[in-house]
């Protein structure tokens, strides 16, 4: 039917067509027929493959992607590699063996005590891509740094503990090379004096010249006092010493003696550390918070699902606490978002500022439903009621509530929603990067929607669809060159009213935590628009963050002409690459399932303790 169309077409002449119509044997009652016929097919091709036609749009959009080969993702990881060599090697020409290179100007900086920290960080990322010759350059620094500042410089304990404790303890489960153990066991020795506060948090800061725990601030916050349980623990395991461990255990302790009545069994923000007690119920999972609440999951994943308490008491407590408090939908393009709140008293109040920080979130959710049974928690021997019969009375009913819904389900709709709308707060910028804040717009008269009301009313009516928030939705296309400014507010308001937010810090810092959660949904769902999208980002990283000597934070990701700052930090080696790497590689050489990543992405294999262990320990 096509030819004969197309023939006639070619023919553009009526007379030609006649003729050769009757040469055919072709009356005009045929042709009425063929043409209502083929009006009649097209139109249920035309129906049939409309959908697959709206889902050829591009990948940015979010709908479908074309099959991609192995070959075109090898490619790819090929080009995070390469990535990462020019990063490392403008870093090891002017930066080695300082901290960090400052990518605009050829300079470096020492800002995490001047022991080469983008070296350090840098080596698994090394192995894991098989970059032995830079490994090997970076081996001698390494095994020589003095961990020693002179007195009253105060060493970050934090920072300190994730980026160097966690980047040598990795090199070494990499590699079995003894002589990184021993330099692990030195710098966790040196650290330990933070551990001198009366609850056994850790403070801030250590002088590591004269091994004093160096901060007087008696407040803590949540991802640092609790953040270096990962490290300590494996410490111990790997070097056999009881004080590492100890430390390990200690803080595990305190927070399970913590009253969480009043904030739902979530662990706040701020903490004494003198009492071990929280002095405010500010609850977070973005800045200040974040770590906290991935330790006591991953704490459980690395000792082989051992370690019961920090399971139960913490993360199903503030799992189900964060999706039923902190989760909400965006009015109008039902984004799904996690912001923080504060109380004083019965007067709660939610930020709506959401933090390209918390993205790591959507990942840990996922991580969970990929590893525990969690609607059959009791065959862990969990008591699900037990967990919440000390919370008030509104916290039990919104647990209850969540009885409508498979667990496993609910979470990874949680997971599968934040991820996207992190996705899309890149997309819908020109540069294709995400700004660090956003702040959400709110309904008619200020209203919000909590995420868990959406769903009660989305499974009271049938649970037809997605489920809100959880569709897939497309990015925003707007008029880019009306936004470009910060500063003019007329257009920019027009921007938050269609994306259904306002952009609060546009910077983007290389950051990698939207990365990691599509690097785990990745792999726990094998839904491969994880992968688009992590390419998506990884494009627009090429194309607006490279500098001649490596790659720049950026200021503003809401413009065309985007101004790079002076810096690359070393998470951008540590975090962003590897895990952009591992997202794209068909083979993962370090499996969910058998290693758990620490704060700063450096993964830790999974172990056990053995009984002598847990009583040498005192593990239960
Ligand atoms: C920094 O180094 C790169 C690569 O060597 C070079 O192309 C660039 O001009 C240098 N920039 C400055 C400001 O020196
Ligand atoms: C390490 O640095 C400290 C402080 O600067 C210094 O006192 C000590 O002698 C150094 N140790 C070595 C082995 O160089
Ligand atoms: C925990 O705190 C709540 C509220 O302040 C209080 O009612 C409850 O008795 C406390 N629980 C324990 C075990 O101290
Ligand atoms: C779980 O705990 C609740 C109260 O804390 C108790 O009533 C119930 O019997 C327990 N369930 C099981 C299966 O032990
Ligand atoms: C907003 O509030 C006003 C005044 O209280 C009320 O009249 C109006 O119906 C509200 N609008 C919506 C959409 O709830
Ligand atoms: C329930 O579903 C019906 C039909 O699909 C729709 O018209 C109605 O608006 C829905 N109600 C709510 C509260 O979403
Ligand atoms: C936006 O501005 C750029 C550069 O000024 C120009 O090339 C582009 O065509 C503009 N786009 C639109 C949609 O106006």
Not at 27 to 43: D, G
Not at 288 to 314: I, P, R, V
Request: with cysteine; proline share 5%; net charge negative.
């Amino acid at each position: 039917m096509t030819i004969i169309l197309g023939h006639i077409l070619r023919n553009n002449s009526t007379a030609k067509i006649a003729t050769f119509l009757r040469h055919k044997g072709i009356s005009i009652r045929h042709v009425t027929f063929a043409l209502a016929l083929s009006i009649a097919l097209w139109t249920l091709y035309y129906n049939y493959l409309s959908r697959s036609d709206e889902l050829q749009l591009s990948p940015e959009n979010g709908f479908y992607y074309p099959p991609e080969t192995s070959k075109v993702w090898s490619d790819r990881a090929l080009q995070v590699k390469n990535a990462f060599l020019h990063a490392y090697h403008g870093y090891e020409r002017y930066a080695f063996p300082h901290d960090e290179l400052k990518p605009l100007t050829n300079e470096s900086i020492n800002n995490f005590n001047g022991w080469g920290v983008t070296a350090v960080d840098s080596l698994d990322t090394m192995l894991l891509m098989g970059l032995q010759e830079e490994y090997k350059r970076a081996l001698p620094m390494v095994r020589q740094t003095n961990f020693s500042l002179p007195e009253n410089f105060d060493v970050p304990f934090f920072e300190t503990t994730i980026r160097y404790l966690g980047g040598l303890l990795s090199a070494y489960a990499l590699t079995k090379d003894d002589t990184l153990r021993a330099r692990a066991d030195v710098l966790g020795t040196l650290l330990s004096p933070v551990f001198k506060s009366t609850s056994g948090f850790p403070m801030f800061s250590v002088d590591t010249y004269s091994d004093y725990g160096g901060s007087d601030n008696p407040v803590g916050v949540l991802a640092e006092i609790s953040s270096f349980q990962l490290e300590y623990a494996f410490l111990g395991k790997v070097t056999s010493k009881k004080e590492h461990v100890d430390h390990a255990t200690t803080a595990t302790k305190a927070f399970a003696k913590a009253n969480l009545s009043l904030s739902g069994g979530m662990y706040p923000t701020r903490w004494d550390i003198t009492t071990g007690t929280p002095t405010d119920l500010q609850l977070s999972a973005g800045a200040l918070a974040d770590s906290g609440h991935e330790y006591t999951l991953k704490q459980y994943l690395l000792t082989a699902k051992t370690d019961k308490a920090n399971l139960e008491a913490s993360d199903i407590r503030a799992t189900t606490h964060i999706i039923n408090n902190l989760l909400f939908v965006s009015p109008q393009r039902q984004l799904l978002y996690i912001t923080d709140m504060s109380a004083w008293e019965d007067d709660i109040e939610f930020s709506h500022q959401f933090e390209h920080l918390a993205c790591f979130f959507p990942g840990l959710l996922a991580l969970g439903v990929h590893t525990l049974p969690l609607d059959r928690l009791d065959t862990l021997g969990i008591n699900v009621t037990d967990l919440f019969k000390d919370l008030p009375l509104k916290h039990r009913k919104a647990y209850e509530a969540l009885a409508h819904f498979n667990l496993a389900d609910l979470h990874l709709w949680a997971a599968q929603g934040l991820a996207q709308t992190c996705y899309l707060t890149y997309a819908d910028q020109p540069t294709g990067l995400g700004p660090e804040t956003v702040q959400m717009r709110l309904g008619d008269n200020n209203s919000e929607t909590p995420w868990m009301e959406a769903m009660q009313v989305w499974r009271t009516n049938g649970s037809k669809g997605s489920p809100p928030g959880v569709g897939d939705k497309r990015q925003w296309v707007g008029d880019f060159n009306a936004t470009t400014t910060e500063e003019d507010d007329s257009d920019s308001d027009t921007a938050a009213d269609t994306r259904d937010y306002e952009i609060r810090n546009h910077d983007y810092y290389l950051r990698p935590e939207a990365v990691e959660s599509f690097y785990i949904l990745w792999r726990t769902t094998g839904d491969v628009r994880w992968r688009h999208r992590g390419w998506a980002v990884f494009e627009a990283i090429e194309r607006v963050t490279k500098t001649p000597s490596g790659y720049a934070s950026i200021s503003n990701v809401d413009t065309l002409d985007p101004e790079q700052s002076d810096s690359m930090p070393s998470y951008f080696l540590a975090e962003t690459l590897k895990y952009l790497y591992l997202l794209f590689i068909d083979e993962d050489p370090v499996p969910l399932d058998k290693w758990v990543f620490n704060t700063e992405a450096h993964p830790f294999p999974v172990f056990q303790w053995s009984t002598s262990e847990k009583a040498i320990y005192g593990l239960l």
